[in-house]
Protein backbone atom coordinates (compact mmCIF):
# COMPACT_ATOMS: atom_id res chain seq x y z
CA UNK A 1 0.00 0.00 0.00
CA UNK A 2 1.00 3.66 -0.73
CA UNK A 3 2.89 5.54 2.63
CA UNK A 4 1.19 8.42 1.86
CA UNK A 5 -2.33 9.36 1.41
CA UNK A 6 -3.82 12.07 0.44
CA UNK A 7 -7.18 14.12 0.56
CA UNK A 8 -9.11 15.55 -1.25
CA UNK A 9 -8.95 13.07 -4.36
CA UNK A 10 -9.79 15.99 -6.16
CA UNK A 11 -10.66 19.82 -5.43
CA UNK A 12 -11.80 22.38 -7.89
CA UNK A 13 -11.81 26.24 -6.97
CA UNK A 14 -11.62 29.77 -8.37
CA UNK A 15 -8.86 31.64 -9.27
CA UNK A 16 -7.82 33.80 -6.27
CA UNK A 17 -8.58 31.31 -3.69
CA UNK A 18 -6.47 29.03 -1.99
CA UNK A 19 -6.05 25.60 -2.05
CA UNK A 20 -5.37 22.99 0.65
CA UNK A 21 -4.42 19.55 -0.09
CA UNK A 22 -3.43 16.76 2.87
CA UNK A 23 -1.50 14.09 3.09
CA UNK A 24 -1.31 11.35 5.52
CA UNK A 25 1.29 8.52 6.11
CA UNK A 26 2.39 5.49 8.08
CA UNK A 27 6.10 4.73 9.06
CA UNK A 28 8.48 7.24 10.37
CA UNK A 29 10.27 9.60 7.85
CA UNK A 30 13.28 11.53 6.67
CA UNK A 31 11.60 13.74 5.10
CA UNK A 32 8.60 14.83 3.07
CA UNK A 33 8.00 16.27 -0.60
CA UNK A 34 5.90 17.77 -2.18
CA UNK A 35 5.32 17.69 -6.50
CA UNK A 36 3.43 18.87 -9.14
CA UNK A 37 2.64 17.05 -12.08
CA UNK A 38 0.99 18.17 -15.05
CA UNK A 39 -1.44 16.22 -17.50
CA UNK A 40 0.58 13.27 -18.04
CA UNK A 41 3.85 14.77 -17.85
CA UNK A 42 6.68 13.82 -15.40
CA UNK A 43 7.01 15.31 -12.02
CA UNK A 44 8.25 19.45 -10.79
CA UNK A 45 9.47 19.12 -7.37
CA UNK A 46 8.18 22.07 -5.42
CA UNK A 47 9.07 21.82 -1.94
CA UNK A 48 10.95 19.87 0.66
CA UNK A 49 10.41 19.50 4.58
CA UNK A 50 13.02 17.46 6.84
CA UNK A 51 11.10 15.77 9.95
CA UNK A 52 12.96 18.57 12.33
CA UNK A 53 10.75 20.82 10.54
CA UNK A 54 7.41 22.18 11.04
CA UNK A 55 6.93 24.59 8.50
CA UNK A 56 8.67 25.89 5.24
CA UNK A 57 7.60 28.60 2.79
CA UNK A 58 8.48 29.05 -1.07
CA UNK A 59 6.47 31.51 -2.95
CA UNK A 60 2.98 31.07 -2.58
CA UNK A 61 3.74 27.22 -1.55
CA UNK A 62 3.59 26.70 2.51
CA UNK A 63 4.18 23.16 3.55
CA UNK A 64 3.54 21.98 7.20
CA UNK A 65 4.77 18.92 8.87
CA UNK A 66 3.30 17.45 12.05
CA UNK A 67 5.01 14.00 12.43
CA UNK A 68 3.20 13.21 16.03
CA UNK A 69 -0.20 13.08 13.53
CA UNK A 70 2.02 11.69 10.75
CA UNK A 71 0.55 14.31 8.38
CA UNK A 72 1.00 17.17 5.87
CA UNK A 73 -0.58 19.76 4.33
CA UNK A 74 0.45 21.99 1.07
CA UNK A 75 -1.25 25.39 0.97
CA UNK A 76 -1.10 27.06 -2.41
CA UNK A 77 -2.21 30.94 -1.96
CA UNK A 78 -3.83 33.07 -4.74
CA UNK A 79 -4.30 30.28 -7.13
CA UNK A 80 -4.21 30.46 -10.41
CA UNK A 81 -5.47 28.54 -13.99
CA UNK A 82 -1.61 27.59 -14.33
CA UNK A 83 -1.71 25.87 -10.82
CA UNK A 84 -4.08 23.64 -12.36
CA UNK A 85 -2.12 19.48 -12.14
CA UNK A 86 -1.76 17.02 -9.66
CA UNK A 87 -0.20 17.33 -6.73
CA UNK A 88 1.87 14.81 -5.01
CA UNK A 89 3.35 14.53 -1.51
CA UNK A 90 6.50 11.98 -1.28
CA UNK A 91 7.95 10.27 1.64
CA UNK A 92 11.74 9.13 2.13
CA UNK A 93 11.93 5.94 4.50
CA UNK A 94 14.86 4.00 4.98
CA UNK A 95 13.64 0.21 4.08
CA UNK A 96 17.50 -0.93 3.91
CA UNK A 97 18.23 1.67 1.74
CA UNK A 98 16.41 5.10 1.00
CA UNK A 99 13.51 5.39 -1.61
CA UNK A 100 10.75 7.48 -2.36
CA UNK A 101 6.69 6.64 -2.24
CA UNK A 102 4.18 8.73 -3.44
CA UNK A 103 1.02 9.58 -2.43
CA UNK A 104 -2.04 8.79 -3.87
CA UNK A 105 -2.22 12.41 -5.37
CA UNK A 106 -4.90 15.58 -5.25
CA UNK A 107 -6.34 16.40 -8.57
CA UNK A 108 -6.78 20.55 -8.42
CA UNK A 109 -8.73 22.48 -11.04
CA UNK A 110 -8.17 25.90 -10.82
CA UNK A 111 -11.10 27.80 -13.09
CA UNK A 112 -10.20 31.06 -14.46
CA UNK B 1 21.45 22.01 -17.40
CA UNK B 2 18.92 20.74 -14.82
CA UNK B 3 16.72 18.68 -17.63
CA UNK B 4 16.52 14.86 -17.21
CA UNK B 5 15.70 13.55 -21.40
CA UNK B 6 13.50 10.36 -22.28
CA UNK B 7 13.54 8.62 -25.30
CA UNK B 8 11.14 7.94 -27.17
CA UNK B 9 8.34 10.07 -26.04
CA UNK B 10 5.78 7.68 -27.23
CA UNK B 11 6.31 4.00 -27.86
CA UNK B 12 3.79 1.17 -29.16
CA UNK B 13 5.48 -2.42 -29.30
CA UNK B 14 3.93 -5.61 -29.49
CA UNK B 15 4.15 -8.50 -26.86
CA UNK B 16 7.00 -10.37 -28.81
CA UNK B 17 9.15 -7.46 -29.46
CA UNK B 18 12.16 -6.22 -27.66
CA UNK B 19 12.72 -2.21 -27.14
CA UNK B 20 14.27 -0.02 -24.62
CA UNK B 21 13.27 3.22 -23.15
CA UNK B 22 16.76 5.52 -22.52
CA UNK B 23 17.57 8.65 -20.22
CA UNK B 24 19.99 10.77 -19.83
CA UNK B 25 20.76 13.67 -17.63
CA UNK B 26 24.10 16.06 -16.84
CA UNK B 27 23.59 17.27 -13.75
CA UNK B 28 26.42 15.07 -12.16
CA UNK B 29 23.55 13.12 -10.39
CA UNK B 30 24.81 9.85 -9.46
CA UNK B 31 21.30 8.32 -8.08
CA UNK B 32 18.69 7.08 -11.15
CA UNK B 33 15.30 5.99 -10.78
CA UNK B 34 12.48 4.31 -13.09
CA UNK B 35 9.20 4.60 -12.26
CA UNK B 36 6.32 3.42 -13.67
CA UNK B 37 2.62 5.52 -13.59
CA UNK B 38 -0.93 4.35 -14.65
CA UNK B 39 -3.39 7.16 -15.41
CA UNK B 40 -4.75 8.52 -12.36
CA UNK B 41 -2.41 7.08 -10.32
CA UNK B 42 0.66 7.71 -8.32
CA UNK B 43 4.46 6.89 -9.99
CA UNK B 44 5.76 3.69 -8.87
CA UNK B 45 9.36 3.04 -8.02
CA UNK B 46 10.82 0.39 -9.94
CA UNK B 47 14.53 0.54 -10.16
CA UNK B 48 17.03 2.89 -8.01
CA UNK B 49 20.83 2.86 -9.40
CA UNK B 50 23.27 4.21 -6.96
CA UNK B 51 26.86 4.83 -8.26
CA UNK B 52 25.76 2.90 -11.53
CA UNK B 53 25.20 -0.22 -9.18
CA UNK B 54 21.55 -1.32 -9.34
CA UNK B 55 20.36 -0.95 -5.37
CA UNK B 56 16.36 -1.32 -4.97
CA UNK B 57 14.78 -3.30 -7.38
CA UNK B 58 10.95 -3.11 -6.40
CA UNK B 59 10.40 -6.94 -7.40
CA UNK B 60 9.66 -5.83 -10.75
CA UNK B 61 9.27 -8.99 -13.68
CA UNK B 62 12.33 -10.07 -15.60
CA UNK B 63 10.95 -8.54 -18.73
CA UNK B 64 12.14 -4.80 -17.47
CA UNK B 65 15.93 -5.13 -17.35
CA UNK B 66 17.64 -1.95 -16.07
CA UNK B 67 20.85 -0.89 -17.42
CA UNK B 68 23.24 1.93 -16.68
CA UNK B 69 26.09 2.10 -18.60
CA UNK B 70 27.50 5.56 -17.39
CA UNK B 71 26.92 7.95 -14.79
CA UNK B 72 24.60 10.22 -17.47
CA UNK B 73 22.40 7.25 -18.71
CA UNK B 74 19.99 4.87 -17.72
CA UNK B 75 18.09 2.48 -20.17
CA UNK B 76 15.29 -0.10 -19.56
CA UNK B 77 15.27 -2.90 -21.91
CA UNK B 78 11.83 -4.44 -22.46
CA UNK B 79 11.06 -7.75 -23.74
CA UNK B 80 7.50 -10.05 -24.21
CA UNK B 81 5.76 -7.24 -22.13
CA UNK B 82 1.85 -7.74 -21.38
CA UNK B 83 -0.62 -5.45 -22.47
CA UNK B 84 -1.12 -3.97 -18.45
CA UNK B 85 2.55 -3.11 -18.69
CA UNK B 86 1.09 -0.09 -20.56
CA UNK B 87 1.77 2.96 -18.79
CA UNK B 88 3.89 6.11 -18.21
CA UNK B 89 7.43 5.41 -17.78
CA UNK B 90 9.44 8.13 -15.49
CA UNK B 91 12.76 8.63 -15.22
CA UNK B 92 13.99 10.50 -12.73
CA UNK B 93 17.90 11.86 -10.81
CA UNK B 94 18.89 12.99 -7.95
CA UNK B 95 22.11 13.98 -6.33
CA UNK B 96 22.85 11.14 -4.22
CA UNK B 97 21.11 8.41 -3.40
CA UNK B 98 18.63 9.47 -0.99
CA UNK B 99 19.85 9.61 2.72
CA UNK B 100 18.54 11.42 5.72
CA UNK B 101 19.77 14.37 4.17
CA UNK B 102 17.09 14.18 1.65
CA UNK B 103 17.30 15.20 -2.05
CA UNK B 104 14.96 16.51 -4.44
CA UNK B 105 14.77 14.39 -7.59
CA UNK B 106 14.59 15.60 -11.03
CA UNK B 107 12.22 13.87 -13.68
CA UNK B 108 12.15 13.33 -17.27
CA UNK B 109 8.89 14.00 -19.19
CA UNK B 110 8.14 10.39 -19.82
CA UNK B 111 7.61 7.46 -22.20
CA UNK B 112 4.06 6.87 -22.67
CA UNK B 113 4.37 2.64 -23.48
CA UNK B 114 1.41 0.85 -25.31
CA UNK B 115 2.16 -2.60 -25.72
CA UNK B 116 -0.39 -4.19 -28.12
Known amino acids: SQQGEEDPQALSIQEGENATMNCSYKTSINNLQWYRQNSGRGLVHLILIRSNEREKHSGRLRVTLDTSKKSSSLLITASRAADTASYFCATAINTGGFKTIFGAGTRLFVKA | DTEVTQTPKHLVMGMTNKKSLKCEQH?????MYWYKQKAKKPPELMFV???????INESVPSRFSPECPNSSLLNLHLHALQPEDSALYLC???????????????FGPGTRLTVT
Open chain 2, 49 to 55: YSYEKLS
Open chain 2, 92 to 106: ASSQQREGPQGREQY
Open chain 2, 27 to 31: MGHRA
